[in-house]
């Protein structure tokens, strides 16, 4: 991967998991799965490698084999450097709506298929961390691994709230990843909306890392792509530890795009912080994109 922006030596910041950072795994079926087909030591029968236990009172070995039903339980790496706390719910005693429109549906990628899993939700099991390995990247890849072995396990589906996205087990853990580490595409995205201007394209869940959503506006319909594809980049070289900062230059070294406090979308962004990629004295992104697609064909 190319490293932006332009420095000789890039410096490498540690990621930090934010405390919002959740899952919820919209269960399926009406009878679920025993804990030890979802997880156990020897990552057997497909399940992941780990340990889990019941957190309610009373419980004892048995209750590893039988499924596991409401409550909360915790999952842990067996080096124990990651907790997970998974609390399950049955769809009746949860305050979980769907989207309702085709617009709210297409904004959050709930496909037909998808929506089709989801409507067939019997309970909803959300996944938090409450402890995770100073490396961070295992911590992660062991949550997207409980939350695709249960989907699996359950015919359910995935509800990513700060990517505000939807996704099946098989968007989990890519077989070709951008890096081994952990993919841009398994834990954030990339939105693209309509505006006077031309389109605004920006980037959900790297709050998840307490770092800054990217944005760019004034794209024409025929770069959209291309904008999607150079916000999916910039986020994957900042979750491998390589942060963007405002006064920087990046991308296109013809038609470098400059990164600037995020200013347009206040209302939309609350507090969350973000960064603007804008064309060095314009208002928009238009040139760099462009300039963008031309070098990288």
């Known amino acids: 991967m190319r490293f ?26 009406g009878v679920f799965p025993p804990l030890l087909q979802w997880l ?29 039903t409401t409550g909360s339980y915790v999952l842990t790496t067996t080096n124990k450097l990651t907790v997970l706390q998974a609390t399950i719910t049955t769809k009746e005693n949860v305050n979980f709506t769907l989207p309702q429109t085709p617009e709210e549906r297409l904004k959050t990628n709930l496909t037909p298929e998808k929506l089709s899993r989801a409507e067939k939700m019997q309970a909803i099991c959300t996944l938090v961390f409450k402890g995770y390995d100073p490396d961070v990247y295992p911590s992660v890849q062991f949550m997207l691994a409980c939350a695709k072995r249960l989907a699996e396990l359950t015919d359910g589906i ?31 995205s990339v939105k693209a909306y309509s505006l ?26 025929n770069l959209e792509d291309v904008a999607v594809r150079m916000l999916i980049s910039a986020g994957q070289q900042v979750l491998i530890g390589i942060p963007m900062m405002p006064n920087q230059t990046a991308f296109s070294t013809v038609s470098p795009l400059e990164i600037v406090p995020g200013t347009r979308q206040k209302e939309f962004w609350g507090d969350r912080p973000v960064l603007e990629f804008r064309d060095v004295g314009g208002s928009g992104a238009a040139k760099g994109v462009e300039a963008w697609a031309r070098e990288t064909g």
Do not use: H
């Not at 389109?199 to 869940?205: D, E, L, M």
């Not at 890392?209 to 319909?221: A, K, L, S, T, V």
């Open 4 to 29: 932006f922006p332009f420095k000789k030596k890039p410096q490498r910041t540690p990621l930090r998991i934010n405390r919002n950072f959740y899952l919820s795994v919209l269960m399926g079926q």
């Open 40 to 68: 156990n030591p020897a990552g057997s029968n497909n399940a992941v490698q780990g340990l889990g236990a019941p957190l309610f009172e009373g419980a004892s070995k048995d209750i590893l084999n039988q499924p596991v």
């Open 158 to 188: 995935i509800a990513d709230p700060l990517a505000e996205t939807y996704r099946m087990p098989d968007e989990f853990l890519l077989p070709q990843r951008l890096d081994p580490r952990i993919d841009f595409r398994e834990v954030c």
């Open 196 to 221: 006077s201007d031309g389109i605004w394209v920006s980037t959900r869940g790297l709050i998840k890392f307490d770092q800054p959503e990217f944005e760019m506006y004034g794209i024409p319909r």
